[in-house]
């Protein structure tokens, strides 16, 4: 490699005896020839002190230059490679710099250069640098086609624009900026490096397009969470160390990444976390390296097993979410045909109509806490079986049966038809409550007596919207066989507005021995009230009715008792 070195004095624009540096090296094939040639040269200009100021910026050149020489195989083609350097001039502006249409390496950092110009002739150029600067927008560059490498690194840059032309560029550097948002860089499908760091980003999306990015460093920002890093086909390097992320899910993009390797996220709130390593490894597989330390095979290992336990988690989470929203929307249905019913709506449009037609054909929804529902294990992913199912849901379903403890939850007039069916043993001994919602109480009387012999431990009834009106409605209650608590809701039922809805409930079941009405305790002092209150009613009627209809209305335990009260009254 032959080389001639010239010393120009000139008058650049912005300042005085400004001194720059043209190095013209002949290119041979062969990369130790280059590194042998350069190594001579670097000698060479050391000894003669050609230049003082540049003594020990001798070998930053060496390798700066050797390293572009190997990144770009095609750099033996070119005949010359010419250097150009400005560093430390204290230059304000670009220079205007004449007659060097053939540069290719263009060195102009730590200077105060403000604005990018006077470039447009250098169209060979590939390497530039103006690291260190006062530079506050990119502008300027679009006649260079042929740039490979831009360093932009330590200036005033808010915003990544003007980059349109540079469709060959190959390294972008624009760390310790004050850029806030990644964009116009999707054109750039021949980018390999992009260096980020240092800057104000908070999130990081838009980069699609980026095809052969390679390294992307995002270190030192704001980042909260990442969309779009898994579009990048060939991400090899990540580096999001000391920003904001504190959520996994704020970057499971990444692990849908089949070609990411090395990742670092230490200085992030999530690093500090106790099960940060083994829960990154065990949804990114696929990585060699985490925060600069390889992973073994034993971590993989647990890292394995946890992803497999955390997935199940999830799918069970998708399960129960799946139920959650078939149960909301089932009692949606159930009331809204309430309403209709009641004449609290208006009624449902044709379509509805249809709609409630198809429920009416279907089988009671029937839930419980364990073999509710089964999710689908197809292709589809479970956010989309959740949606489907309930996109169903809400057509189809009107009615709800639901057991949860020992509670029997019936939503619906069409829950009742699930009675008809068979019920396990264990089922139907542990059922003690029966809940009765969106039920006209008319129809509930009809399904008492299967109630007695399919759950024979019932001791508390609940009603809630089921038209209970008079006081005689609760006279069929009696032939139950046991009842030791009984709420009505004031919603849907205007009984409870009667005053003393309570002593007759107490009178009229009195041989159940009611332990609780609406939660609240039954005193013997309400047994006295009510016997006074309705005591006499009952003597009065006994008197008048035939004892076939006073069996049929007391049941026999007050029948008897009526009749004993009678006889002795008589034989006094």
Partial sequence: MSCDHRRHLRKVSGTTNASYLILRMRTYPGAYKIQRELHKYGEQLYKVQIFKRVQIFVSVLYSILFRILLIYSDIQTFRLLVVCLFFRQNLTVCPIIEGEEQLRLLY??????????????????????LYDNNIEEISGLSSLRSLRVLMLGKNRIQKISNLENLKNLDVLDLHGNQI??????????????????????????????LDSLKELNLRDNKITFLRDVDTLPSLQLLYLSFNNISRINDILCLADSTSLSDVTLDGNPIAQESWYRQTILGHMLQLRQLDMKRITEEERRTASVLARKEDERKRESHKQALLKEKRRIAISNAARQW?????????????????????????????????????????????????????????????LVEVEGDVLCLYGSGALESLDRSWSVQTSGSVSTISFTFINFDEIVQVLPKLRIKFPNISHLKFKETNLITLHQFDVLAQLRRLDQL???????????FTLWKYYVLFRLNSFNIQKINDSEVTQNDIVLSEKLFGILAYIASSELPQYRLHALLGEFRFLKILTSIFDKSAI
């Fill in 108 to 129: 102009l950092h730590h200077n105060s250069i403000t604005r990018i110009q006077n470039l447009s002739s250098l169209q060979h150029l590939i390497f530039l640098d």
């Fill in 180 to 209: 806030a948002k990644i964009e116009n860089v999707s054109h750039l499908r021949e980018l390999r490096v992009l260096n980020l760091a240092r800057n104000q980003i908070n999130q990081v999306e838009n980069i699609n397009g």
């Fill in 487 to 497: 709420t009505v809701d004031p919603q849907g039922n205007p009984v409870v507005n």
């Fill in 339 to 399: 309403d209709i019913q009641q004449n609290r709506v208006t009624p449902a449009t044709s379509d509805q109509e249809n709609e409630d037609c198809i429920s009416s054909y279907q089988k009671p929804c029937q839930l419980n806490g364990t073999t509710a529902f089964e999710l689908t294990e197809e292709q589809r992913s479970l956010d989309t079986v959740l949606s489907s199912a309930v996109q169903g849901l809400s057509i189809i379903d009107s009615h």
